[in-house]
């Protein structure tokens, strides 16, 4: 290389490094979020996921119908607009003509039938069947029974009719479908069986969606990365990428007051653990979110199990619980002692009945009049990630084991302790519940058959109760059949109603618009961003 050439090409290199370490990285080009979520997501399937930790992610990923807002007021989301028939059975949905999934396809009426159909077809492995069982043609599961599905129409490419068994209260089918519903892609899904919609990589590693943030990997036990879809019909999300962040709840207060994650994922899946609440409180780069939750923590019973058959043997199991004592030392007040499984921040909750109390004496003679064992040891399963609901399986333990039972505590991940409860292989298990703002949740959670009836609850008059209610259009008669129904849980015990938490959650006050919420707050996740400090 003669001499003119050395200097023309050190020259090169020179520029090269300066615009190199001129060149922003992406991490300082971008606008990133971090949430905490205490456990992984585990399955992620828009029509299956497997837990509230799945649909965390889901809702990011995928547009439902419609929104819910605060004011308990419907907004677009996949569908512009929708009119309710004047008999108000059938509700017309004009889909956004912009909208499109990630790989660019359009979004159409087809998608939403078949996602209707998929979720309807006997064999296919979803949760999601309590979102259409208000529909002509379908099960009380959201089931066919038939060829066809009567109830639903496609009218052109971005309009579909759904019309209802009956008239129902019009805020129970746009919160039961429109929210609840996630429309998957035909063009992907289209032909395959059952068990290949179980296995499909299209579900299980979503990377085409139709929401305002794509699926772009899940690093076991790590985190999940989302980024923005560009194309998303609504507008673009002002954040580029946000990271769903897998943060053992002993760990959040600590990563949220060093910056290591920006806010948490919100009730029953990410919030502060109570001990480390003043010290959440007293940071400075945080804002602190508090109140009712809607929601309840819960103890499943397996009344598959013939000695968890007897209502008396149930009704012992929540006069021997101390759930004040949960409240005031484990929650120190940030709770409320649990009626039923309609949050009091509800309608529908029932202000005239009060909690069972704690009885211990009374348990014992229900046990006695039952015939109970007491030689016999049941389990606990109690699922790890939430310490406040571990801390409470050691006093139910305790308040069981006075009584005569005999106790045995297993302590398992959250994933493991599903798998046993959808097989059935339990006695007892600590869970939450997260309600819909209508009743009708009680329909898969307690009625014969309902999807997530984990403790095999059967009553003919719960039944009865459920289908009158969820059946009805005017909400004053709803009222009067859920309070009813209530009554009889006080009496046959379908779970132990432990009590319902207050929301403690915490945001960095460099994040705009994205304060946790009762509601689920990652359904506005377009609209977070990021203001730097100056």
Avoid at 20 to 27: K, L
Avoid at 187 to 215: I, Q
Wanted: cysteine-free; glycine content about 6%; aromatic content about 10%.
């Amino acid at each position: 290389m003669n001499r003119t050439a050395r200097l023309v090409a050190t020259a090169f290199i020179v520029l090269s490094l300066a615009l190199v370490g001129a060149a922003p990285s992406r991490a300082q080009a971008e606008k990133v979020i971090r949430v905490g979520m205490w456990s992984p997501p585990g399955n992620v399937s828009a029509i299956n996921a497997d837990s509230s930790y799945g649909y965390f992610i889901v809702r990011f990923v995928f547009d439902t119908m419609v929104n819910l807002e605060p004011d308990f007021s419907f907004s677009p989301r996949l569908a512009d607009a929708w009119e309710i028939s004047r008999d108000g059975r059938t509700y017309t949905f004009h889909l956004n003509p912009n909208a499109t999934w990630h790989d660019g396809k359009p979004i159409t009426a087809a998608d939403v039938l078949f996602t209707i159909e998929t979720v309807a077809t006997p064999g296919v492995q979803t949760n999601r069947g309590s979102a259409l069982r208000a529909i002509e043609g379908l099960d009380a599961n959201g089931k066919m029974t038939g060829e066809t599905i009567s109830g639903v129409r496609v009218v052109d490419a971005h309009t579909i009719a759904i019309t209802t068994k009956s008239a129902v209260d019009p805020a129970r089918f746009l919160e039961q479908f429109g929210t609840g519903l996630y429309v998957i892609p035909k063009h992907l899904l289209e032909g395959l069986s059952p068990d290949e919609l179980a296995r499909s990589d299209v579900l299980l590693n979503p990377t085409v969606g139709s929401g305002p943030f794509r699926f772009v990997r899940y690093v076991t036990d790590q985190y999940v990365e989302l980024e923005r879809y560009d194309a998303y019909h609504r507008g673009p999300a002002k954040v580029d990428r946000i990271f769903v962040r897998i943060v053992p709840a002993p760990s959040v207060a600590t990563q949220l007051i060093r910056g290591e994650i920006d806010v948490v994922a919100g009730p029953g899946i990410g919030e502060i653990p109570l001990e480390d609440w003043p010290l959440v409180q007293k940071a400075e780069n945080l804002r602190t979110v508090t109140e009712p939750a809607l929601g309840y923590q819960f103890m499943a019973i397996n009344s598959a199990q013939p000695y968890f058959q007897d209502a008396r043997v149930r009704k012992a199991l929540a006069l021997a619980i101390n759930r004040k004592l949960m409240v005031d030392q484990l929650y120190q007040g940030e709770a409320a002692l649990a009626v039923g499984p309609f949050s009091p921040i509800t309608p529908y909750a029932n202000e005239n009945l009060d909690p069972i109390p704690n009885d211990p004496q009374q348990a014992r003679q229900l046990l006695t009049e039952a015939g109970w064992d007491f030689g016999r040891t049941v389990e606990l399963l109690v699922p790890t990630g939430n310490v406040l609901r571990e801390r409470s399986a050691s006093i139910i333990q305790a308040n069981l084991q006075a009584v005569g039972m005999q106790v045995r505590i297993q302590r398992l991940d959250f994933p493991s302790v599903l798998s046993r409860v959808f097989a059935d292989d339990f006695d007892l298990t600590l869970l939450g519940w997260t309600d819909t703002f209508d009743p009708d949740h009680v329909s898969s959670t307690f009625q014969t058959g309902g999807q997530y009836n984990l403790g095999n609850f059967s009553d003919p008059e719960a039944d009865r109760l459920i289908e009158a209610a969820g059946s009805q259009r005017d909400p004053a008669r709803r009222k009067v059949l859920y309070d009813q129904l209530q009554v009889l849980f006080q009496e046959k015990v379908p779970a132990v109603f432990l009590y319902y938490p207050n929301m403690l959650t915490a945001v960095s006050k460099r994040l705009v618009d994205a304060d946790p919420s009762v509601f689920p707050f990652e359904n506005w996740a377009a609209g977070w961003d990021i203001q730097e400090a100056k």
